[in-house]
Structure formats: structure tokens, C-alpha cells
């Protein structure tokens, strides 16, 4: 996997041109995925293809790879996007707009009170807000870093199946 997936991105990506038309991308990640010698199963749909794990290697943790090729004045352009499971991912986006909300809705009522005169201590729940962000932040940096092994047997992968080097 190339040195720029070696730090911290909520949904690593890359984006790489190739020669190959989108019709000989699909082929060959088709024949790839076919073999089965990989374990990694997926879907393609016209231009699109979600790559993921063998079920039994699969943890909470465990990334897919969603990848898009369309044609290019070269040939083709392959995008590649990282990423924990759809559920995963929703209660990641759930947890940080209860988290937003939550401290939008008490800023409201702390500034409010303040400018009323009255006591604004509600505006100390902000930074336990602010501590819980950053620590569901941690969580998922961790969880990424659990998944990296999986994530490199997806880069492999699509490396092999299309004969190529990605680089960044």
C-alpha cells in the first residue's frame, strides 16, 4: 500500500489513470474475483464495484472498497474510497450529529440564560460534548488501524486483479 495511506484519513482514497477501457477493468476484476484464491468477494455494477472480505475474516472493523472507473482521454480513471461498512459508518455520522446537536441545542440555552442574567452553568456540559467528540474520534482512528491488515489485502487485491502499481 503506498506511503500515503500510512496516516490517519477517515476514508482513505486514490484516484489512479489507466490505460485499460472501464469494459477490460470489470473483466479482470471479475476474473479476479472469480478465482476465489483471494477470499475477497464483491459486487460490480455498470462502472462500479464494492470489494469486501470473506465473512468469516470480517470484524466490526473491517473496511470494503468501493471503486469507480469510467473512461478518460487515456483509457480509464479508477477511484478507490475506503471504508468501514455502511452500518458503521451511519452510526459514526448518528453518534457526531447527536454530539453537534446536543451542544448547538445547550450553547442556545447556556448563551440565553447568560444574557438574561441567569446562572449559565449548562455552558460546562459544552466541553464534556467536546471530550466525547474527540473521543469517538480516537475510537474510529483506532478502529482504522485495526482494519489496516484487511485494508492492504484490499489494495493487493485490486493491484493484482488489474496488473498494476498504485501510487500516490
Not at 471479475?30 to 476465489?36: F, I, R, S
Not at 470480517?58 to 477511484?79: A, I, K, V
Not at 466541553?127 to 466525547?132: D, R, T
Request: aromatic share 12%; hydrophobic share 40%; net charge neutral.
Amino acid at each position: 500500500m503506498s506511503e500515503s495511506h500510512s496516516h490517519f484519513q477517515i476514508r482513505p482514497r486514490f484516484k489512479v489513470n489507466l490505460s485499460q477501457s472501464p469494459d477490460l477493468i470489470k473483466s479482470q476484476l471479475e476474473e479476479g474475483l472469480n478465482k476465489g484464491d483471494s477470499g475477497i468477494y464483491g459486487t460490480l455494477i455498470d462502472g462500479h464495484a464494492t470489494l469486501l472480505l470473506p465473512k468469516e475474516d470480517q470484524h466490526y472493523w473491517s473496511p470494503q472498497l468501493g471503486l469507480s472507473f469510467e473512461s478518460s482521454d487515456s483509457g480509464s480513471l479508477l477511484r478507490g474510497l475506503y471504508g468501514p461498512r455502511p452500518e458503521v459508518w451511519t452510526m459514526f455520522v448518528l453518534f457526531y450529529s447527536i454530539i453537534g446537536f446536543a451542544a448547538l441545542v445547550i450553547s442556545i440555552i447556556g448563551y440565553s440564560n447568560w444574557s438574561l442574567g441567569q446562572s449559565a452553568q449548562v455552558l460546562w456540559a459544552v466541553p464534556v460534548l467536546m471530550v466525547v467528540f474527540l473521543t469517538l474520534h480516537l475510537v474510529s482512528y483506532f478502529g482504522q488501524k485495526m482494519g489496516r491488515k484487511q485494508m492492504t489485502q484490499l489494495h493487493t487485491f485490486v493491484e493484482s486483479a488489474l496488473n498494476i502499481q498504485i501510487r500516490e
